[in-house]
């Protein structure tokens, strides 16, 4: 009796290995499939903010391009809302960038002369805008701030006789931005650049006498890990109020109040490094020495140069999984006066013993409208784009798996120096392709509130001029016409864009050395 009862037991384990092997795969593809079904969702919070109602129709963007062919917004047309001209000289960081480009344009709008204003970059200026008139004539100096002998020299470098009596404001908006690397393995860059180089900035302007320090950082630094995997029997949960943690954040500064994250803690290297460059300016705030940050909400766009509309129109053909994400997003021009509005704040106190209560914290700022979906923007390039473009959906989880297989790719020579002889270094945009871009590519939502409250009760008074409808079309418009200029003239039009500074600043051994 005992032989039978033994082939039955071994005949039952065999099958409910089984029905494991096939079990176990099958439950893990609907587990994913439901997952997907999640990502690929929008919240009902969110989806109050941003009603299907207000979606981007053809007519509208059509008739919106009509109007600004015909009255382009440029820094005459809102030329009143610029803070008053101040008896000031001006060096900018990162002055031939997006946000930092701006500020130029509107510091000369406003009438301060081309000699009080200087450029401190890396790059050159190439934006059409401030290659030609009064920007052209700007002095610019190119630095690498991670290196304290290039920054000290470009702010002791001697002013114009007419100028050099005139107390100093620093814009401080260089930075590199690299928004897919999360390991303290790629960190050097960022850490250099983003924190040493901003101790470089302050040290250098406090050298050369400035007394007003506003620095560009970041909306994304507010911006928590999302937590995708989602335990299975939450998934089904009935009430459809289960979402991956953090799957929806609103951009705010509470967390300057409070003490700073670890490093994992956020979501990539380049919001960790801004944080900490951000608390360096706010914390270098003295009554002689006011300082102050802004934090653009979230992505910033403005010139076919940026990644936010830029990015889409250079790829053509451009793989997407994000059509539905609702975020708020920030022109450079609104941007820009946001730092003018604060340098009117803490400029505005004639003594040095007293301390404005703005001075030594950050305020996010925002184009002024509802925050939008990535597919209104997808619908404006495919709507007035006149290269090609054509979007390709692709389901999120699929994305989210390849990241994690990329990024585990990347950092495997680190880890590892062995592979460095076996795998080929990834090139193309594929690289970038790493767990943070999902993170940051949620609904992310923020608002003026806090920068616009008047100034008496501590805000900074400030108004958005251009709205992301405009800011997008506008940009589109400029791209169509550069276009047809350059094929008019048998030239093809190049961008120098801030995702492809990181590899120049590589080549170039910025960031080797910090001392």
Same mark, same amino acid.
Request: glycine letters at 6%.
């Given at each position: 009796m005992?032989?039978?009862?033994?082939?039955?037991d071994?005949?039952?384990?065999?099958?409910?290995?089984?029905v494991?092997?096939?079990?176990?795969?099958?439950?893990l593809l609907?587990y994913l499939?439901r997952?997907?079904?999640?990502?690929?969702?929008?919240?009902?919070?969110?989806?109050r903010?941003?009603?299907?109602?207000s979606r981007?129709?053809? =007519?509208?963007l059509q008739?919106?391009y009509?109007?600004?062919?015909k009255?382009?917004?440029?820094?005459?047309?809102?030329a009143?809302?610029?803070?008053?001209?101040?008896?000031?000289?001006?060096?900018v960081?990162?002055g031939?960038g997006?946000?930092g480009?701006?500020?130029v344009?509107?510091l000369?709008?406003?009438?301060q002369?081309a000699?009080?204003?200087?450029?401190?970059?890396?790059?050159?200026?190439n934006?059409?805008?401030?290659?030609?008139?009064?920007?052209?004539e700007v002095d610019?100096?190119?630095?690498d701030?991670?290196?304290?002998?290039s920054?000290?020299?470009?702010f002791?470098? &001697?002013?114009? /006789?007419?100028?050099?009596?005139l107390?100093l404001?620093?814009?401080h908006?260089a930075?590199?931005?690299?928004p897919?690397?999360?390991?303290?393995?790629?960190y050097?860059?960022?850490?250099?650049v983003n924190?040493?180089?901003t101790?470089n900035?302050v040290?250098?302007a406090?050298?050369?006498?400035?007394d007003?320090?506003i620095s560009?950082?970041?909306?994304?630094?507010?911006?928590?890990?999302? =937590?995708?995997?989602?335990?299975?029997?939450?998934?089904?949960d009935v009430s459809?109020?289960?979402?991956?943690?953090?799957?929806?954040?609103?951009?705010d500064e509470?967390?300057?109040?409070?003490?700073?994250r670890?490093?994992?803690?956020?979501?990539? +290297?380049? &919001?960790?490094? =801004?944080?900490?460059a951000?608390r360096i300016?706010?914390?270098?705030?003295?009554?002689?020495?006011?300082?102050?940050c802004i934090? /653009?909400?979230?992505?910033?766009?403005?010139?076919?140069?940026?990644n936010?509309?830029?990015?889409?129109?250079n790829?053509g053909?451009? &793989?997407?999984?994000?059509?539905?994400?609702?975020?708020s997003f920030c022109?450079?021009? +609104?941007a820009?006066l946001?730092?003018?509005?604060?340098?009117?704040?803490?400029?505005?106190r004639?003594? =040095?013993?007293?301390?404005?209560?703005?001075?030594?914290?950050?305020y996010?700022?925002t184009?002024?409208n509802?925050?939008?979906?990535?597919?209104?923007?997808?619908?404006?390039?495919?709507?007035?784009a006149?290269?090609?473009?054509q979007?390709?959906?692709?389901? /999120?989880?699929?994305i989210?798996?390849?990241?994690?297989?990329?990024?585990?790719?990347?950092?495997?020579?680190?880890?590892?120096p062995?592979?460095?002889?076996?795998? &080929?270094?990834?090139t193309?945009?594929? #690289?970038?392709l790493?767990?943070?871009?999902m993170?940051i590519?949620?609904?992310?939502v923020a608002s003026?509130?806090?920068?616009?409250?008047?100034?008496?009760v501590?805000?900074?008074?400030?108004?958005?001029?251009?709205?992301?409808l405009?800011g997008?079309?506008?940009?589109?418009?400029?791209w169509? #016409?550069?276009?047809?200029?350059?094929e008019?003239e048998?030239r093809?039009?190049?961008y120098?864009?801030?995702?492809?500074?990181?590899?120049?600043?590589?080549k170039?051994?910025?960031g080797?050395s910090?001392?």
């Amino acid at each position: 009796m005992a032989g039978p009862q033994v082939l039955s037991d071994f005949d039952e384990t065999h099958y409910i290995s089984d029905v494991l092997v096939y079990a176990i795969p099958v439950l893990l593809l609907i587990y994913l499939f439901r997952l997907n079904q999640v990502i690929k969702s929008t919240p009902e919070e969110v989806s109050r903010l941003s009603p299907s109602t207000s979606r981007w129709t053809k =007519k509208l963007l059509q008739e919106t391009y009509e109007r600004l062919e015909k009255d382009c917004i440029t820094t005459t047309s809102y030329a009143c809302s610029i803070p008053p001209k101040l008896k000031r000289r001006y060096v900018v960081t990162g002055g031939s960038g997006l946000v930092g480009g701006y500020i130029v344009l509107q510091l000369l709008e406003r009438g301060q002369p081309a000699e009080a204003i200087r450029i401190v970059d890396f790059r050159a200026p190439n934006r059409p805008d401030m290659v030609t008139g009064p920007a052209s004539e700007v002095d610019f100096v190119q630095t690498d701030i991670s290196s304290v002998e290039s920054t000290t020299k470009a702010f002791s470098k &001697p002013w114009s /006789p007419s100028v050099a009596h005139l107390p100093l404001t620093v814009f401080h908006t260089a930075a590199v931005i690299v928004p897919s690397e999360r390991s303290r393995l790629v960190y050097k860059l960022c850490e250099a650049v983003n924190i040493h180089g901003t101790q470089n900035v302050v040290d250098a302007a406090r050298k050369a006498g400035a007394d007003i320090l506003i620095s560009t950082t970041s909306g994304s630094i507010a911006i928590r890990p999302i =937590k995708f995997w989602i335990a299975p029997w939450k998934l089904w949960d009935v009430s459809g109020s289960t979402w991956p943690r953090h799957f929806w954040q609103v951009l705010d500064e509470k967390d300057f109040f409070e003490p700073p994250r670890p490093h994992d803690g956020y979501y990539a +290297n380049y &919001p960790a490094s =801004k944080a900490a460059a951000e608390r360096i300016v706010c914390g270098a705030n003295t009554p002689s020495f006011r300082t102050g940050c802004i934090r /653009p909400a979230n992505g910033v766009y403005g010139n076919p140069t940026d990644n936010t509309v830029g990015g889409p129109l250079n790829s053509g053909d451009y &793989p997407t999984w994000t059509p539905h994400i609702i975020q708020s997003f920030c022109h450079g021009i +609104n941007a820009a006066l946001a730092h003018l509005h604060f340098e009117a704040v803490l400029a505005s106190r004639s003594t =040095k013993s007293s301390l404005p209560s703005q001075a030594g914290r950050p305020y996010v700022v925002t184009d002024p409208n509802q925050p939008i979906t990535y597919n209104d923007l997808y619908t404006a390039i495919l709507t007035l784009a006149t290269t090609h473009f054509q979007i390709i959906p692709l389901p /999120p989880i699929l994305i989210l798996l390849l990241s994690h297989a990329i990024e585990f790719y990347i950092l495997l020579p680190l880890k590892y120096p062995i592979f460095r002889r076996i795998l &080929p270094p990834l090139t193309g945009d594929v #690289r970038f392709l790493q767990p943070a871009i999902m993170d940051i590519c949620t609904h992310l939502v923020a608002s003026n509130s806090n920068i616009s409250r008047p100034v008496e009760v501590g805000g900074l008074g400030y108004t958005g001029v251009i709205t992301t409808l405009d800011g997008m079309v506008q940009e589109i418009l400029e791209w169509n #016409r550069e276009h047809r200029e350059a094929e008019a003239e048998g030239r093809k039009v190049v961008y120098h864009t801030s995702i492809a500074l990181p590899d120049q600043l590589r080549k170039a051994g910025a960031g080797n050395s910090t001392s």
